[in-house]
Structure formats: C-alpha cells, structure tokens
C-alpha cells in the first residue's frame, strides 16, 4: 500500500485517537491530575506548530509538530507512568494503520516518546518544540473545579496563573514563557512542581538554537543577565546576619 500524506484534519477527525485522548483524560482526572483533555492537546498541538514556524520550519514539519502535539498524552490511557513511551507505541501502530510515511512516524514517535521530563530529551525540532509547548501549559483553566483541593500543589498553582503565554524571538533566538500568578501560590511552589520540566525546556530552547527564560510575575528567574542592585532596607528592617 503506498504511504500518505497525512494532515492534522486527519488526525483531529479520527476516532481512534479521540477516544484515547479521552480515556487519558478520564484517566488522569481519577488520579487526581489537572485537565489533560481536548483544550490540553488542542494547546500543545497549535503551540508546538506555532514555535516551529515562527522559526522558520518547512510547512510539514509544523504540521508534523502539530500532529505530534494532539496525540502526545495518550499514552495516559494505560498509565502515567511512561505515557511518553506507550503513548509513542500506541501512536505508531495507528500512524502506520493510517498509512503514513514512517520517517515521519518516526519524528513524531521520538517526540512524543522524549516530552516527558522522566526519561525525556530533545532529539528532533518536533521533539524540542513540544516540549517548550507541553510545559507551558500551566493555567488555572486547567483545574478541575469539582475536584478543586487547595491543599494540592499542583492544583494551587495552576489556579493561581491567571496568565500564560510564550514569546518566540527569532532574531534575539529566544524562547519566553511570561506567567502572572497571584497570591494564592507562590515562585516557590511553581518551581518545586516545574523546576526539572524548566530544566527540559532550556535543553529544548537549546536543541532550536535558542534560549528559554521563564518570566514569572515580571521577573526572569532562570536567566540573570546581570545582578539586580540591593535592595535598599526600609526603615523597619534590619540586616541581622553576620559577616
Ligand atoms: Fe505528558
Ligand atoms: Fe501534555
């Protein structure tokens, strides 16, 4: 049989991946995790095809990446544990079902098979782009409102982004992601949840030829260009360490 082009209309319009997406959904939701469902890989798939052709990616490989980014998760409706993995399996047998040319099975299996942080690593642009796309997605859209618990991390910072979004500077070759969190959670919490998936993201900037700076209320914090100057203390406060 020979191979076909095979586009994202496609892939969206396929029942076989809608319902994995979402069993991994119904899934994840009874393990207690944030919404993984159609809004999640609708996000990643657009973000993954935006990155990639803001800088300057054939039209297939955005298309590639966007197809990468709607099945990336269904892995989860096995386990989560090595989603990434499973979910490549899975994909590559319904990929190959489909007829699809297996050089590019193969690019978007590698990507979906590295975006998580565990086991991950950027090995093609795809790869490198869902990354950035998957990881930014960190909102307080994503909560489930049943099942709000504000004793749960992961809950209490993504509701508290209100917003998110990221810059791609193709010129300066860089990678931002600006969040606005109030003060429901902190920097602290959202960097106990994300600092290895930050850490995936500056190796994926990386791999595209450029840098990942995480902005969070205004502040770069994973990238100083040059030290703040002190605070100066105000007239409450004290310095009371010693030298
Ligand atoms: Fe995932
Ligand atoms: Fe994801």
Redesign the pocket.
């Known amino acids: 049989m020979a191979r076909k082009i095979i586009t994202l209309d496609m892939i969206r319009a396929n029942t076989e991946f809608r319902k994995l997406i979402d069993c991994a959904n119904t899934n994840l939701e009874y393990m207690g995790y944030t919404e993984?469902g159609l809004r999640h890989v609708g996000y990643v798939s657009k973000t993954t095809a935006n990155i990639l052709a803001e800088l300057d990616y054939n039209e297939r490989t955005v298309e590639l990446g966007a197809i990468a980014g709607w099945i990336?998760?269904i892995?989860?409706s096995i386990n989560r544990k090595h989603?990434?993995l499973t979910?490549a399996t899975l994909a590559y047998d319904a990929l190959s079902r489909m007829h699809m040319d297996v050089s590019e099975i193969a690019l978007i299996i590698g990507a979906i098979g590295n975006?998580?942080e565990e086991n991950g690593l950027p090995v093609n642009p795809i790869s490198a782009a869902l990354i950035i796309a998957?990881k930014s997605d960190a909102h307080r859209s994503r909560v489930r409102k049943k099942t709000y618990n504000a004793e749960d991390i992961h809950d209490r910072v993504n509701m508290a982004i209100k917003k998110n979004y990221l810059v791609v500077d193709k010129v300066k070759r860089k990678i931002r992601l600006v969040i606005f969190m109030d003060d429901i959670s902190s920097t602290m919490d959202y960097m106990q949840i994300y600092l290895t998936r930050i850490m995936l993201c500056e190796k994926a900037a990386e791999f595209l030829g450029c840098v990942f700076e995480l902005m969070i209320n205004g502040m770069i914090i994973n990238r100083q260009k040059k030290i703040a100057a002190e605070p100066a203390l105000s007239a409450s406060e004290k310095e009371v360490s010693e030298e």
């Open positions: 993984h990336h998760d892995g989860n989603h990434g979910g975006h998580e998957d």
